[in-house]
């Protein structure tokens, strides 16, 4: 179970002079298993808390303990997947994948079975020995997604990991991460501005406001699972649709509260 | 000389469409290759004509068959080689050690802010001076062996080195850190397996200035108390107005410079590839 507790975080100007209220004592509990959709605009400080929860960032104000030990860094069982792939040009797929279990010390023969294992996982066996700048954006975000498979996390923070994508591989990248995501159900804390990806992937979506970053709904999404079998069926069910248009709703709201909206 | 900016590393051109066709090739390589070679053959023919003929004054421009004839001579009866060896000793401990301490160097000054505030005062200095000016002083402290003359070629391109990799570190992509920071990775681990690679076409594009600079630092070591060497080969030939011998020792400075160059670039394409394909 990941707690945030009263966490406020402040960015200062590089003049010092003025200072941007990223969040503002923010508490959220969630539990173990479940998925988990930061939704807001821009500057509502979804990446940072994702950042502070993950233990990239320290906050200003308040903590957050992950399993009932206080987050203060980066950890084993956390892993990470960034907007734009943040692949190393200069490895391979599997060079990229190998990456943190070379970091962690992990004995090579054992590295390559798990390197083969995550790179099937999510369908690049036979990419291998490419290196991103050969590889479409879908690709490279297998790979980062790979990367992350392959710590073993349980707690998979993914920070918009499909933003950079074009729509139709966005919808089915978003399949896809259903399917691995009902094989082994990880605590996944998922950023995204999209209304429908939140509402078709999560457990849960948390709503963000802007000025100060703060949350303004949490709402249960109940949609049956798996969603990923029969995904045309759940997109246009009155459910989904329901979901959708209140959601929109309230983030319309904010989005007209802003001033450059 | 004495002014040294970091360069950055060439990347080749986005690629263009691919079209066909004699024109096509034409107007993309062939007459780049005619103007290449066209130049450089005009001007060798035009300076032999000149020669012949009796417009240039054969003792202060010689001729290139004067030269050609002169190194075939130099290379045959082996007079050249003691020279080159000598040369060749100091470029390659003096350019050696530059690297072995400019990179570390640079790494640590580009991700450390102590040690860059601490060191940059001493490397502002010395890339701002003539560093030859510091070959008497190098001759009083290390005698006018071979330690002060690879001594000199150091102090010239290590400098280079250090601005070079300190600027090839701070491009380094923050998000990388970031990711690597996210998966554990210790400073070591980051310095070896994120900045190092980031920063190698930055270290390239250095070694190849500084092989620049070393050709230069070891032609003026030589100059000073030195017997052999293509610096003392290129002088003495002065002073006697041998202008052909000068040109030999010119020109095998200028190949060994154009070759190592043409290394470093085919280096810098196996090394960092994604320089040359971000785009592909």
Do not use: M
């Given at each position: 179970m990941i707690e945030i507790r009263g966490v406020s975080h402040r960015y200062i100007s590089g003049d010092e002079t003025k200072i941007f209220e990223a969040l503002s004592n923010v508490s959220l509990k969630i539990e173990s298993g479940t998925f988990v959709s930061f939704l807001g605009p821009s500057g509502c400080g979804k990446t940072t808390l994702l950042r502070i929860a993950n233990g990239l960032i320290t906050p200003s104000d308040g903590e957050v303990w992950i399993d009932g030990e206080r987050v203060d860094g980066p950890a084993p069982d956390r892993a990470m997947v960034f907007q734009e792939f943040n692949l190393l040009p200069w490895r391979t797929a599997r060079g990229n994948v190998e990456f943190p279990l070379e970091v962690q010390g992990m004995a090579r023969a054992e590295r390559d079975q798990v390197v083969t294992r995550a790179l099937a996982q999510v369908g690049l066996d036979r990419f291998g020995e490419f290196y991103p700048h050969q590889l479409s954006g879908g690709m490279k975000q297998r790979i980062g997604l790979a990367r992350a498979l392959s710590v073993g996390p349980s707690y998979l923070f993914m920070d918009e990991?499909?933003?950079?994508?074009?729509p139709q591989i966005r919808e089915m990248m978003q399949l896809e991460l259903m399917k691995l995501w009902d094989s082994d159900r990880k605590t996944v804390v998922f950023v995204t501005h999209s209304v429908d990806e939140a509402v078709f992937l999560s457990d849960r979506v948390i709503m963000f406001g802007t000025s100060p970053g703060r949350v303004i709904a949490d709402i249960a999404i109940d949609l049956p699972r798996p969603r990923w079998t029969d995904d045309e069926a759940i997109k246009t069910s009155p459910k989904f649709i329901q979901f959708r248009n209140d959601i929109w709703r309230q983030l319309k709201r904010q989005l007209v509260a802003m001033p450059d909206a | 000389m004495s002014q040294t900016t970091a360069t950055v590393p060439a990347k080749s051109p986005a690629p263009q469409r691919r079209r066909s066709g004699v024109a096509y090739w034409w107007r993309r390589s062939g007459l780049i290759t005619v103007l290449r070679f066209g130049g450089i053959t005009a001007f060798i023919a035009l300076w032999e004509i000149g020669a012949r003929a009796g417009w240039l004054d054969p003792l202060f421009a010689s001729s290139p068959a004067l030269i050609v004839e002169k190194l075939v001579q130099m290379v045959m009866d082996g007079s050249i080689w003691p020279h080159v060896i000598a040369s060749a000793q100091i470029a390659g401990l003096g350019f050696g050690l530059s690297v072995l301490v400019g990179v570390p160097m640079g790494l640590l000054m580009g991700r450390s802010e102590t040690i860059r505030a601490t060191l940059e005062p001493f490397t502002i200095a010395l890339n701002a001076s003539p560093q030859v000016a510091f070959l008497p002083l190098l001759i009083i402290w290390l005698g006018i062996g071979l330690t002060s003359k690879v001594a000199l070629v150091f102090l010239g391109s290590f400098i280079i080195m250090v601005i070079n990799t300190e600027a090839g570190v701070t491009q380094v992509d923050k998000r990388l850190v970031e990711t690597a920071h996210s998966f554990m990775a210790n400073e070591r681990q980051i310095m070896m397996k994120i900045i190092l690679p980031s920063a190698l076409p930055y270290i390239i594009a250095g070694m190849r200035l500084a092989v620049g600079r070393t050709l230069v630092m070891v032609v003026v070591a030589e100059i000073?108390?030195?017997?052999?060497g293509l610096g003392y080969l290129i002088f003495q030939a002065g002073g006697l107005y041998d202008t052909a011998q000068v040109f030999v020792g010119v020109f095998v400075l200028a190949t060994a410079g154009v070759l190592l160059n043409g290394l470093l670039r085919w280096a810098e394409k196996r090394l960092a590839p994604w320089q040359h394909l971000q785009n592909g």
């Open positions: 990991p499909f933003g950079a994508l074009d | 000073y108390a030195s017997t052999k």
